[in-house]
């Protein structure tokens, strides 16, 4: 032993107690830094690849999330200048406490398109003028009156304490953590014409007043883009995206890299039932569905009001739906119609987004998957479709979104669906997204309880549905097209139809989940401080007699009243 080590040993001894000493006492223990809402802290360290936890399930559906979003001063305003100057949807720095979690240096960015305008105003980056006069400038929805104050209740034990003047909600003794305190291909139509292939919203009369429309356009259909100068505050409900891994490398929150806040979509609703309860439902009859739950979220401070929250589809999503999760996403964007327009990747970039593998891969699958849609004859087409994609897999996404009347979707507006290749397989897998104008809440191109279940037909096809057509936005959808074309697809899609029919209306599925969340909301809003019961217990019984409605229509259709036994 050297002299030097000899007579540092002590302090090396004292040193290594100390850290002892330190482990056994503060291991286990999890430190959380709170805000003030509306004020951000200092910055604090955070630890490259964290996953951030908590007691509460990311999507447990059985409870009503909290979620706080606080941003620097200023940064709110410049998000909604930027996008509405530019188009552009960019991340800023946020914190972000979830169920009692907070996470630093969040990405935090506006979301969506036609729900984003209906509350902001502006355009899509890129978008073509005769477009946007057709959602943007839009009324902000009335904002709910301020919460009453409350005493914050004594937290469960073992529970993290809450910031200042935060309570934990959690009625009927539940363990509810809500925490309150205070564009497309083809041109858009001349006034009173229809595009080619589409039906008018309202056959054999004229078009009601606009007050009196289920959806309420902020512009019109003459191609004028109005720039709305509607006061957004934080109060605003707004849909936003959380990337947790945008300012920090690898940063999660339980696994996940994104979080989307969702609101109603295009028009006004309290309820917003319509993605949890489509999802649920493609769950259950064996689609991959993304995971949604409820969620009470307040941005800055503002007024706590309720939002869906969604699972995104990425590398996260595939891990849990495919073995080989290894392939590549592409993400449709609005007017997609699958038409192939030659070997130039270039000339798809408006029409879909590669999401993974971006570097060593490339759109060369999805030319080749669209050229053949385009060139194959009806013989080659019916023989080799299912080497290029799932068959039975878009049979089923097919009269999932027909049945339940989703025209935001592929067929429809062309919007709204990814496709994943398979790089093992080499097929594509169509995925559903975004479902939250399902129900016929888009109530553009007829859509409503007697919404035909063979959308997507061809004009005057020799088919024995009679070649009625109902054409997507820009353009009907080559796949849905030929595939509902095809005699054997369309026998395989009727048996889809029938079977989809008895799991989710005939058994009272859907009914069952509508209550089962509107109980839900009902016990997390009994003091009136998440949304408006009136309106809430409105939309809820707007949810109901649509489905209603629907099954009614349905059942009078041979295809089903000649196989079904159970009575609407």
Do not use: C
């Not at 998000?79 to 720095?93: D, I, V």
């Not at 139509?189 to 009601?208: I, L, R, S």
């Not at 969620?295 to 969604?310: D, E, F, K, P, R």
């Not at 989809?500 to 016990?523: C, K, P, T």
């Amino acid at each position: 032993m050297s002299l030097t080590f000899k007579r540092h040993y002590p302090l090396l001894l004292i040193l290594l107690m100390v850290t002892l000493l330190l482990t056994a006492g503060l291991g286990n223990q999890r430190i959380i830094a709170y805000t003030v809402p509306g004020t951000l802290q200092a910055e604090a360290l955070t630890v490259a690849g964290a996953t951030y936890s908590g007691d509460v399930a990311l999507f447990d559906a059985t409870l009503v999330h909290s979620i706080q979003v606080l941003m620097a001063d200023g940064d709110f305003e410049q998000m909604l200048t930027t996008y509405r100057e530019t188009g552009a949807k960019e991340y800023f720095h946020a914190s972000v406490i979830i169920d009692g979690v907070q996470i630093h240096d969040v990405g935090v960015r506006l979301k969506g398109n036609a729900s984003l305008r209906t509350a902001v105003g502006g355009r899509m980056a890129g978008e073509q003028p005769q477009f946007g006069g057709m959602f943007g400038g839009r009324e902000a929805p009335p904002v709910q009156d301020a919460m009453p104050e409350s005493a914050p209740q004594s937290a469960p034990q073992g529970a993290p304490n809450l910031p200042e003047g935060q309570q934990r909600m959690r009625p009927g003794g539940s363990r509810q953590p809500f925490q309150p305190e205070g564009t497309a291909e083809g041109q858009m139509p001349p006034e009173g014409a229809v595009p080619e292939g589409q039906v008018p919203a309202w056959p054999g009369g004229e078009a009601p007043a606009l007050e009196n429309m289920p959806f309420q356009p902020g512009g019109d259909f003459r191609g004028g883009m109005e720039q709305v100068t509607t006061e957004v505050t934080v109060d605003t409900k707004i849909p936003l995206m959380l990337k947790f891994d945008e300012f920090v490398e690898g940063q999660t929150y339980q696994g996940y890299a994104y979080l989307a806040l969702r609101t109603y979509g295009t028009s006004t609703d309290a309820a917003m039932l319509q993605e949890p309860i489509t999802n649920d439902a493609a769950r259950a009859i064996g689609l991959p569905a993304t995971l949604t739950a409820f969620a009470g979220v307040q941005i800055n401070g503002g007024t706590v009001q309720l939002y869906s929250i969604s699972q995104h589809i990425d590398a996260v999503y595939l891990q849990q739906h495919f073995t080989n999760a290894e392939g590549v996403l592409y993400k449709a964007e609005l007017g997609s119609t699958l038409s192939y327009q030659g070997e130039d990747p270039s000339l798809y970039s408006q029409s879909f987004t590669q999401k993974t593998r971006v570097k060593d891969m490339d759109l060369a699958p999805l030319i080749a998957f669209m050229r053949f849609l385009s060139e194959a004859d009806d013989a080659t087409f019916a023989a080799e479709l299912s080497q290029y994609l799932d068959v039975k897999a878009l049979a089923t996404y097919l009269a999932l979104n027909n049945l339940l009347v989703n025209t935001d979707a592929l067929v429809g507006m062309n919007n709204n669906y990814y496709l994943y290749y398979d790089d093992i397989t080499q097929r594509f897998t169509l995925l559903m997204w975004d479902a939250n104008e399902s129900f016929g809440k888009l109530g553009m191109g007829g859509a409503s309880a007697t919404h035909d279940i063979y959308t997507g037909l061809q004009a005057n096809s020799a088919s024995s549905m009679g070649g009625r057509m109902r054409g997507g936005f820009g353009g009907s959808n080559i796949l849905a097209t030929r595939f509902l074309n095809t005699p054997e697809f369309m026998a395989l899609y009727e048996q889809e139809l029938q079977r989809l029919y008895q799991e989710l209306f005939s058994s009272g599925f859907l009914v069952e989940h509508i209550e089962m969340y509107a109980a839900l909301v009902h016990e997390a809003n009994s003091d009136g401080q998440l949304t408006d019961p009136t309106a809430y217990e409105q939309d809820v019984s707007r949810m109901l007699i649509f489905v209603e409605q629907r099954q009614a229509y349905l059942a009078g259709l041979p295809l089903f009243s000649e196989n079904t036994t159970t009575e609407p």
